[in-house]
């Protein structure tokens, strides 16, 4: 791996801050010319030869590099503790050199070598429902104690739900950035950031100071799948992002799964809609490691835990839950047991960590439950 002050890499990140200049133009300068330092020393009579390259980069490139901006990029490299890894390293991961319009270059914290280990990914809806999330953190825990690696966004919802499940498995876990490393999306997962980067990667293709634009998303999502033997779409909208994802799975050649969800909610229609394609339907960890082909009785792999409730009264109103809300008159009516009775044994329930309580008296089976 070359340090960030390495000329090829100082090159690298030169010719990436100029207006036109992206990862495919670059890939066609540096077999031009031979490597990013020689493009950028390309005369005006070399420039204006390449019929190939547009005019807002020929411009680009004849005005040269910002050096205060270049600069300014590996100061911020440095002072983050971060590492580059350029297509040209041995360490730069296999399976992304083989989708189209690979990154260049890669920025990271945390352990590099994570990049070249199995891993899936696990995608969906920032606005995820409480069951969405659960079976996110529950099929990234059951996928890490298997020693696979869980890829993911960061972005809210389900994202953070498998790089919890991830984290709280004790296994590792990458997140793939739509935005520099010092301007991490969403804000407030700076700290899940933080925890992932001492144990797993966080990682970027995107220069520093690059904010979360709408456009960088998509690139982002090649990345997630190029570095996935198979993506998992947990809970998503018909318009999602998490569909345009599973599609760039598809062009790469990996398995799609997906977890069905409620027919009422407007987060799985995407999911389901991946189904009736073609997509593996899938629920636990186990079904996960079956598509892929992995043996599911390795040492290590967690079952459910089981649940036992002596008093019948307690199981019947369990039985009336589930990972949706339920008003508690359809709770009464389906228990047959008098309301009072009914509110005595939620609230038992809740205290054990059964039931969650929600707003306007509706109960879901809570997360020891569903766990």
């Not at 890669?106 to 079976?135: H, M, P």
């Not at 490691?289 to 199981?315: C, F, H, Q, W």
Request: hydrophobic residues 40%.
């Amino acid at each position: 791996m070359y340090g960030l002050n390495h000329q090829f890499v100082r090159g690298l990140i030169g010719l990436l801050t100029l207006q036109g200049v992206g990862p495919l133009t670059v890939e066609r300068l540096i077999r031009h010319f031979g490597s990013p330092h020689e493009a950028l020393k390309a005369t005006s009579t070399e420039i204006m030869g390449l019929s190939w390259l547009s005019s807002p980069a020929k411009k680009a490139l004849k005005r040269g590099v910002d050096q205060k901006r270049l600069d300014a990029c590996i100061h911020t490299l440095e002072r983050l503790g971060a590492w580059a890894i350029c297509r040209e390293d041995p360490e730069y991961p296999n399976s992304l050199k083989e989708i189209y319009n690979p990154p260049p270059i890669l920025f990271g914290l945390g352990d590099s070598d994570l990049l070249n280990e199995k891993s899936v990914a696990i995608v969906g809806a920032r606005r995820a429902t409480r069951y969405g999330q659960e079976v996110a953190k529950n099929l990234a825990g059951g996928l890490s104690s298997k020693g696979l690696a869980v890829v993911s966004g960061m972005a809210l919802g389900i994202d953070t739900s498998a790089h919890r499940g991830a984290l709280g498995a004790g296994g590792k876990t990458i997140a793939v950035l739509g935005s520099g490393l010092d301007r991490p999306y969403p804000a407030r997962n700076r700290g899940l950031m933080k925890e992932i980067a001492e144990s797993g990667a966080v990682i970027t293709e995107f220069l520093p100071g690059t904010n979360p634009e709408p456009g960088n998303f998509p690139r982002r999502n090649r990345v997630i799948c190029g570095l996935s033997q198979g993506v998992v779409v947990v809970e998503a909208g018909l318009k999602s992002g998490s569909l345009i994802t599973a599609s760039l799975a598809l062009e790469q050649g990996k398995e799609v799964m997906a977890v069905p969800g409620s027919v009422r909610s407007p987060v799985s229609k995407g999911a389901h809609w991946l189904i009736k394609q073609g997509a593996f339907l899938v629920e636990d960890s186990r079904d996960v490691l079956e598509v892929l082909g992995l043996d599911t009785e390795a040492k290590g792999y967690e079952s459910k835990k089981r649940i036992t409730v002596d008093d019948p009264r307690k199981r019947r109103v369990l039985g009336s839950l589930g990972p949706y809300p339920v008003f508690i008159d359809d709770i009464i009516a389906a228990t047959g047991l008098e309301p009072g009775e009914v509110s005595a044994i939620l609230l038992d329930l809740e205290l054990e960590g059964l039931v969650e309580a929600l707003p306007g008296k509706f109960f879901q089976i809570g997360a020891e439950a569903g766990s």
